[in-house]
């Protein structure tokens, strides 16, 4: 059984930076592809950024790419994202979530992911 447990969430003023970690248990690693949701109160979730198992490819929506940084340490089983230049916008609760497999190139629906945390809010004002 896989367990995410995100940390790093908090306010920010625009234009500032935060940085989220979303630490694993259970069997995950390089076979796991994952990825950072978010969702922002009476919107879908989005995929904001994904990364292959191994960390070989990653991917951004277009609302984050050049401001937000996905990347993993499969050594300590840790997920990270570097919020950049954030705007008032990025205001939402941020997800991890994983499931078993390398490739996300398509994997960009919540349905693709089996796994996910309990979410950690960023404020942007």
């Known amino acids: 059984q896989v367990q995410l447990v995100e940390s790093g969430g908090g306010s920010a003023q625009a234009g500032g930076s935060v940085t989220l970690s979303c630490a694993a248990s259970?069997?995950?690693?390089?076979?796991?592809?994952m990825a950072w949701f978010r969702q922002a109160p009476g919107k879908d979730r989005e995929a904001v950024a994904r990364?292959?198992?191994?960390?070989?490819?990653?991917y951004y929506a277009d609302s984050v790419k050049g401001r937000f940084t996905v990347s993993r340490d499969d050594a300590q089983q840790k997920l990270y994202l570097q919020l950049d230049n954030l705007k008032p916008e990025d205001t939402a609760k941020y997800y991890c979530?994983?499931?078993?497999?390398?490739?996300?190139?398509?994997?960009?629906?919540?349905?693709?992911?089996?796994?996910w945390g309990q979410g950690t809010q960023v404020t942007v004002s």
């Open positions: 979530a994983t499931a078993p497999g390398v490739s996300c190139t398509i994997r960009t629906s919540p349905s693709h992911y089996e796994y």
């Open positions: 990364i292959s198992g191994a960390g070989g490819d990653t």
């Open positions: 259970g069997s995950t690693g390089s076979r796991y592809y």
